[in-house]
């Protein structure tokens, strides 16, 4: 469940709702009928589509040249852990 905010409320307690934000609550931010999502970025998420595509192209070549990791079923759960 996310916690629904105004921007008014937003601006008067913005260290509350970043701190929430930071601890992975969900705030959605509502100003004049449209919602935002607030989330953290990652530094991966700030590439350019050439970027975005240029890595694409990187791993395709990888997985050409047998650059890849197999995992069995039951290894999916703990690998997923460690991202």
Do not use: H, N
């Not at 999502?37 to 990652?42: D, E, G, V």
């Amino acid at each position: 469940m996310a916690t629904i905010i105004s921007s008014r409320e937003f601006r008067d307690r913005q260290g509350y709702y970043f701190g929430l934000i930071e601890k992975g609550e969900r705030i959605i931010l509502r100003r004049k009928g449209v919602s935002y999502k607030l989330t953290p970025l990652k530094d991966d998420s700030l590439m350019t589509e050439e970027e975005f595509y240029a890595k694409i192209d990187r791993s395709l070549q990888q997985a050409k040249e047998g650059k890849t990791t197999t995992l069995r079923k039951e290894d999916i759960a703990a690998f997923l852990e460690t991202l």
